[in-house]
């Protein structure tokens, strides 16, 4: 059971026995940890394939095949794969329960970020109803894949991502000291992330981590439907163990969790490309948009990606306002700042909190990509797409793929704290926390 203390639930956390890469065996681990993402580009899997018979994504997305039946298909063969792996012992399992300390930096945009996070397993709890708390609404994907996966293998394959917010910074601190110690592996994966993992032995460093995040939130920012999954088989292992104590392997999922105000993590933004279900018309769009925003032109003396660069110049800002800047071709954009303030709290969303209605992307979805476009949420996926990259929206839009590009401000982390803190969600894909663990770092196998 959840423990509470007071009116709050506590975070219960716990160290466990990974499986990691043998690097006896594996000799260049970037050629077998693969990149966060499941729906990837088929040629993307298919280099991944070609990197290392034992690249993970095997594992965790693996090709579909036109041979596939109910016996033999990609969840079937990523059990073959894993079982097979850790008898030939190219998997092995840590001897001692532990808590990992995983380092990751990267260089982007000339800056260099890195997300230092301790793995560990979290007790599962219903979603919202504890110290584990969503923070977007759920993207579309196919919760089935991700189940079977899961019922086949009997392991998680990936971290889900969390933030914590830690106002006495003593994990952080922990994490100063630990990072003073040489790494229990280092290696770069294919994608340029530098990686370090360090395992926490040491009896008395485990309980403090422990204890610490008893009075901590979760704030799932990666992974929301991997662990709705994990609570499904949950309650399917529960219901054919009539012997359940709440204490089995299946009661608890592998987490990465991450400080929110850590120097290296940043929340990049997400931004919107659309394509509209009519013929796109500037003039339409500049009149829709002054209903609601100031709309400034400015000309850039570039048409090159440069010109993508001063637009997010141009609307960064320290102020507790919108600001949006759309682009849809030449050497000019047009920078939106929000006047009417208070016109979605007070007449589109007045049952939501204000801090809600003040999200950048509320204003964008409601009294642009809606009431403009007339894209509604039935509508959403197939016109408009998400993305962190600024430079491949720009792209789509000089082939043409899109109409018109919105870049976005990152959303705050006081801001997440303080939209599920009253029991509500993001829209989805707002949160962007980058670095985002690699697969096959850590793998945990549910079983004592």
């Given amino acids: 059971m959840k423990e509470r203390i007071g009116d709050t639930f506590m975070a219960n956390i716990k160290a466990f026995r990974g499986y990691r890469y043998n690097t006896d065996k594996i000799d260049n681990l970037g050629s077998v940890i693969s990149p966060p993402y499941y729906n990837m580009a088929k040629e993307d899997k298919d280099a991944l394939y070609d990197k290392s018979e034992y690249n993970s994504v095997r ?5 579909k095949l036109e041979s596939d039946t109910r016996e033999e298909n990609t969840f079937t063969r990523a059990k073959n794969y894993l079982d097979k792996w850790i008898e030939d012992g190219i998997l092995v399992r840590d001897e001692e329960p532990v808590i990992y300390m995983y380092e990751q930096t990267i260089e982007m945009y ?3 970020y890195s997300n230092t996070s301790f793995v560990a397993l979290v007790e599962l709890e219903e979603i919202g109803k504890g110290a584990i708390m969503p923070c977007e609404k759920p993207h579309e994907v196919s919760m089935l894949d991700r189940y079977e996966l899961l019922k086949s293998t009997n392991a998680d394959m990936s971290m889900i991502s969390c933030l914590y917010v830690e ?4 994990l952080f601190n922990l994490m100063n000291e630990l990072r003073e110690e040489k790494p229990d592996l280092e290696f770069s994966s294919d994608d340029n992330v530098q990686q370090k993992i360090w395992k926490i032995s040491y009896k008395p460093t485990i309980d403090f981590i422990i204890e610490h995040f008893k009075d901590l939130s979760l704030y799932i920012t990666d992974g929301q439907t991997r662990y709705e999954t994990c609570l499904q088989y949950r309650d399917y292992m529960k219901e054919h163990n009539p012997n359940h104590t709440g204490k089995e392997p299946y009661n608890y999922m592998m987490m990465s969790l991450s400080n929110a105000h850590s120097d290296g993590l940043v929340v990049l933004p997400v931004h919107r490309e659309v ?3 009519k013929n796109f018309s500037e003039s339409h769009f500049i009149a829709g948009a002054q209903d609601h925003f100031r709309v400034e032109k400015i000309i850039v003396d570039s048409n090159d990606e440069t010109l993508v660069r001063t637009m997010v110049k141009q609307i960064s800002t ?3 306002e919108t600001r949006i800047a759309a682009y849809c071709g030449g050497d000019y954009f047009y920078r939106m700042v929000l006047w009417d303030k208070d016109y979605i709290k007070n007449d589109v969303y007045p049952d939501m909190s204000k801090e809600y209605c003040n999200l950048d992307i509320v204003a964008l979805n409601k009294l642009i990509i809606d009431d403009v476009f007339h894209i509604d949420e039935e509508k959403y996926e197939d016109y408009v797409h998400s993305t962190r990259s ?3 929206c720009y792209k789509d839009i000089q082939d043409g793929k899109y ?3 919105f870049i976005m401000n990152p959303v705050r982390v006081e801001q997440i704290r303080n939209i599920t803190a009253m029991g509500e969600r993001l829209p989805e894909v707002t949160i962007s926390v980058f670095p985002k663990p690699s697969v096959g770092v850590i793998i945990n196998l549910k079983e004592d």
């Fill in 390 to 392: 600024y430079e491949s």
């Fill in 403 to 405: 109409d018109i590009m």
């Fill in 167 to 170: 106002p006495e910074k003593e």
């Fill in 318 to 320: 320290v102020k507790a």
């Fill in 275 to 277: 394509k509209t279900i």
């Fill in 59 to 63: 594992l965790f997305s693996g090709k």
């Fill in 110 to 112: 000339d800056t260099h």
